[in-house]
């Protein structure tokens, strides 16, 4: 339950004054239905009413507050409403013209008192000699001055709102927020120089200058800090508890990975090595494994996979590698495969595919525990696949998972150990969002004797070189991909389409090409899969369905069309299927630019492919052009949304949140202490209470 003391902040935001039936649902849009919400949008400027200029100083067109004797009145004749109302203002250096359209007359005569003193403040306007403040947009007493706000924040605003109405909805919710105990650490607070939670959010909402608007400013670092800390305690607590449910220890004897070590023509680099190391101690733990391995395309990542499902095998367990698509668990299973069957391993291979006898079959063997490895899709972990004893469950290229297939993956598995194997390379800062959750292994170096991919931009005027570049390539008995980001012509969008480039290049090299896009069935894309990886077509032309671990040696060439449409991120993984085999390979990003030339964003995307191969360095860069939320294709991310906190300049505060909330679940694991008490209290602040909800009642 969430404490009584938050209650006033998680009202609806129409039990405040001035909002109504007709603005309340803009005042959602912008920030959201709740008050709370309201407390998490800041201003995004501000508007400064500290200039105070005499008349005659007045700039022309700057907002200025002016102190003014109110003359005359000058009334628009009757029946001629387009004549303004003009109200004539002076002090000792000159003259003032207030305008009004459309005026209530009573107001005028009441705000603007003939022969008296008033404050105005609006934006002055120079026509001609004479000077001019349209509509005002504070008119008071000069006693009243106290009230004039001189410094107002801005919030986003939407069509139809107006500002003065989002303004003083956040100040009434700004004024409900209640004191709270506090939450951080006292030596953070010394350190960081915070003010405390609700002094940081008044003065977040009342900014006195442009640089309190900044990231950077002390109580918006301080707010941003209690959002991300909210995040990484939910995920440690949610990591805590899965730790303390039993899981079972898996030790190996060593014989099958020695085996399999043996006949590897290369040795493990060190990351390799490094990353098992981190595994096998956890499988050896009586606690669950959950734990995450990044490493970059080519890194070597499936041999590891391997000698982590053996290992399993030889603790006597079942081991489960499930691959996101079936052309990706064809693959590991043709490569897995072989290797079983020497060590006299019973390995199978499960897909939605399966029918008939066969599928029984393989099923009855999983169930019955005389299969000991299986490979397979999601299909795995359907309700008629029953494991006998299964210890382990290797998920690979897991960012095409989303969370929540992890969280049913972690349920299924019961007491398996977990690990999941990402190709993509994310930066340490948003892996801590998005996986603070698990353990990370990362794997940075690439195994020796990669060869660069050579890696060039090319303009599409240039297309029929790149196709004599592609005739020349096959005739030495290489293969080449060819990527397009559609796979039929585009009404809405100018773009040439995979089945177009198809049918440009069947036209010159016939047969030798192929084509396969995400709409084909699943038999006949891996049909053109395996026909490209035996050799059969030299050519394969693609959408983005070949992006995730598709291995052919033979591959030598990648072209990708459209280049500057794909993101950062998105490139570096098409361009890491070339460059697997012991030849040289190239990359060749043929850009579509516009009559402008290509945007900046683009530029630099393909500048920085050009650059780097590291994945890592690929991966920060793709944040900072991108923003968090984008950077890997937002749908299937799952990067949690932050209403204050901008992980791509405030990393820093992750890396700190992070530890800190390590460190408390593992001194205060039920949050009983007294700062455990106020962190629950953060925890339902941020709409964690799902988080609180695994903490033991009371
Ligand atoms: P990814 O991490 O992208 O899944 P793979 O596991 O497919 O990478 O490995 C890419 C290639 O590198 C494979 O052909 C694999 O056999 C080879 N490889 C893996 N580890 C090493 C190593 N330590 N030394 C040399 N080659 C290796
Ligand atoms: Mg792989």
């Known amino acids: 339950m969430r404490p009584a003391l938050l209650n006033p902040l998680f009202q609806d935001i129409t039990v405040l004054k001035g909002i109504g039936p007709k603005t309340a649902p803009l005042v959602s849009k912008v920030a959201g239905p709740r008050i709370v919400d309201l407390l998490w949008t800041l201003p995004q400027n501000i508007v400064d009413r500290t200039y105070r200029p005499r008349i005659a100083d007045a700039e022309d067109g700057r907002l200025a507050t002016i102190s003014v004797h109110v003359d005359s009145h000058h009334e628009p004749p009757r029946g001629k409403s387009l004549v303004p109302w003009k109200v004539l203002c002076s002090d000792d250096t000159g003259y003032l013209t207030l305008i009004f359209f459309r005026p209530r007359a009573d107001f005028l005569h009441r705000s603007l008192p003939t022969g008296q003193t008033r404050l105005v403040s609006g934006t002055v306007e120079y026509y001609g000699s004479e000077r001019q403040m349209a509509h005002p947009d504070y008119i008071i007493s000069p006693d009243e001055f106290s009230t004039l706000p001189l410094i107002e924040p801005v919030y986003p605003l939407t069509a139809g709102l107006a ?19 506090e939450w951080l650490a006292e030596d953070v607070l010394q350190k960081e120089r915070w003010p405390d939670w609700k002094a940081a959010l008044i003065a977040a909402h009342q900014p006195s200058s442009k640089l309190d608007l900044s990231a950077d400013s002390t109580a918006r670092r301080r707010l941003a800090y209690d959002e991300i800390l909210a995040h990484q305690l939910a995920l440690a607590l949610i990591r805590a508890r899965r730790a303390s449910r039993p899981g079972r220890i898996l030790k190996g004897d060593g014989q099958l990975t020695a085996a399999v070590r043996e006949a590897l023509p290369f040795r493990l680099t060190a990351g390799q090595e490094e990353a098992l190391h981190d595994i096998t101690t956890d499988m050896a733990a009586p606690s669950r494994m959950v734990r995450l391995v990044q490493g970059d395309v ?14 399993a095998v030889e603790a006597g367990a079942q081991a489960a590698l499930m691959a996101p698509t079936e052309i990706l668990a064809r693959q590991h299973f043709d490569e897995i495969a072989p290797l079983c069957d020497r060590l006299n391993i019973a390995c199978v291979l499960i897909t939605g595919r399966d029918k008939g006898q066969e599928r029984q079959a393989k099923r009855d063997g999983v169930r019955k525990g005389y299969v000991q490895v299986v490979v397979g899709t999601h299909a795995l972990f359907s309700d008629d696949v029953a494991f006998a004893d299964l210890g382990l469950v290797v998920v690979d290229e897991q960012h095409r998972f989303g969370v929540a297939q992890r969280l049913e993956l972690q349920d299924k598995g019961q007491q398996a150990d977990v690990l999941v194997m990402t190709a993509t390379p994310i930066p340490r800062t948003l892996a801590l969002t998005t996986y603070g959750d698990m353990d990370i292994s990362q794997i940075r170096e690439k195994p020796p004797g990669r060869k ?32 397009c980001p559609l796979v039929s012509p585009s009404e809405t969008m100018d773009m040439v389409s995979a089945e177009d480039r198809a049918a440009t290049l069947k036209a010159r090299f016939g047969d030798a090409v192929g084509l396969v896009h995400g709409q084909m069935k699943g038999p ?33 060439v990648i072209v990708i069309e459209h280049a500057e449409r794909f993101g950062l991120a998105q490139l570096h993984q098409l361009r890491g299927r070339v460059g697997r085999g012991d030849k040289p390979a190239s990359c060749i990003l043929l850009y579509h630019a516009g009559e402008s030339g290509l945007g900046p964003t683009a530029k630099a995307r393909l500048n920085a492919l050009r650059e780097t191969e590291d994945g890592f360095v690929i991966a920060e860069e793709d944040l900072a052009l991108r923003g968090p939320g984008d950077s890997l294709g937002t749908a299937q991310s799952g990067f949690p949304q932050f209403r204050m906190a901008d992980i791509g300049s405030q990393g820093s505060l992750l890396q700190m949140a992070s530890d800190d909330a390590r460190r408390t679940v593992m001194t205060d694991p039920e949050l009983k202490t007294e700062r455990g008490e106020a962190l629950r209290i953060l925890l339902y602040l941020f709409s964690r209470d799902d988080a609180v909800k695994l903490l033991r009642a009371g």
């Open 163 to 181: 500002g003065k109405t989002i303004r003083r909805a956040v100040e009434q919710a700004v004024d409900r927020t209640p004191d709270v105990p």
């Open 298 to 311: 080519g890194s070597g990542k499936t041999v590891v996979a391997l000698l982590a499902l053996l290992t």
């Open 452 to 483: 660069p991919v050579a890696t060039k931009a090319i303009p599409a005027q240039r297309l029929d070189a790149v196709i004599e570049a592609v005739g020349r390539t096959i005739a030495k008995g290489e293969q080449v991909y060819w990527v």
């Open 524 to 556: 006949q894309k891996d049909a053109v899969v395996s026909s490209f990886y035996r050799g059969d077509i030299q050519v394969l032309v693609a959408t983005t369905v070949i992006e995730v671990g598709v291995n052919t040696p033979n591959a030598t």
